[in-house]
């Protein structure tokens, strides 16, 4: 078995992995070429410090980034071993030897470009039940758990938690400088959330409050969901590395959902706040922290976010 890939399935791989989100669209991954393997890196210098002061974020982005780079090396018919690492290496891939890919390994792959976080309005009507089953069980395959809010009150409460903790980011100076510089003032060409990414301007009457990325501003909600259907999401632990296989399993929730045709819409907000995160754990009955809250649903395509240069994120 080979000790490792060669550079141009490296190099190939890398290119399906940088289409994994990130907050802010901040792409807060490194990838390093070895001769056992491929290492996948925390970038600090792109961490969003005011909201992410630990980096908790920056790891699950970093985790979905690796998930993406299976993907892809599975799809070349050379799939990968992983080990978590530490400090800032975060995962290192080697060669598992090589086989097929799986047919659902070719369906979600061939959604790494076509998913895209949906910051516009989303249409009217419930999800079948067996669109749920089918994303709770895409957590699980990556170690992770997904709890769909069920009932108006239920409902209500996980809308007020993230408008609480919205308005209480949006109160610091610094956050909204933060914000400020990943929408009007960054380099759209290959980071940060532009204009025509952002969805229009959050409306008061919004349920679900979303973060404000300079989009235009409406009269109305421009939303047409009274009911949404939405999930937290999160896994077995708190820790640093529990973050990166965070990302993993919400990639394979986001991938699963893209292939069953469903927008998906992310949260990070409650997290943000330390004590209203705590709220909503109390609120699921969970032992850990959760990780995101997501919304899912059908809406028409949106303009995607773009991405940084391959010689940007490789290690020299």
Do not use: K
């Amino acid at each position: 078995m080979p000790r490792t890939w060669d550079r141009e399935t490296f190099i190939a791989a890398v290119g399906d992995a940088v289409w994994a989100p990130s907050i802010h669209n901040s792409q807060p991954w490194r990838f390093r070429y070895t001769d056992e393997g491929i290492d996948v890196l925390l970038d600090r210098t792109r961490q969003v410090s005011v909201c992410d002061p630990q980096g908790r974020a920056a790891r699950v982005s970093c985790g979905a980034a690796t998930f993406n780079l299976r993907l892809a090396l599975a799809n070349a018919g050379e799939p990968a071993q992983q080990r978590l690492g530490r400090g800032d290496t975060l995962v290192h891939l080697a060669p598992a030897g090589c086989r097929p890919p799986l047919p659902v390994e070719r369906r979600l792959y061939r959604q790494i470009r076509r998913r895209h976080t949906n910051r516009g309005p989303f249409a009217e009507g419930p999800l079948d039940r067996g669109l749920e089953v089918q994303l709770t069980e895409a957590a699980r395959q990556e170690s992770g758990w997904l709890d769909f809010v069920v009932g108006e009150p239920a409902l209500e409460a996980v809308a007020s938690l993230i408008r609480s903790a919205d308005a209480e980011l949006s109160a610091d100076p610094a956050y909204v400088a933060e914000l400020r510089a990943w929408t009007t003032e960054a380099d759209h060409r290959v980071e940060g959330v532009d204009r025509d990414a952002a969805g229009a301007a959050p409306h008061p009457a919004e349920l679900l409050a979303r973060r404000d990325f300079g989009g235009a501003e409406h009269d109305t909600t421009r939303d047409l969901a009274r009911e949404p259907v939405v999930a937290v999401f999160g896994v077995l632990g708190d820790g640093p590395a529990d973050a990166v296989q965070a990302g993993m399993a919400l990639q394979r929730v986001l991938l699963t959902a893209a292939d069953l045709g469903l927008s998906t819409a992310m949260y990070s907000q409650p997290i943000e706040v330390p004590a209203i995160r705590e709220r909503l754990r109390r609120t699921l009955g969970r032992l850990h922290d959760p990780q995101l809250v997501l919304r899912f649903g059908y809406a028409p395509t949106t303009c995607y976010t773009n991405r940084r240069p391959i010689e940007d994120v490789i290690e020299p």
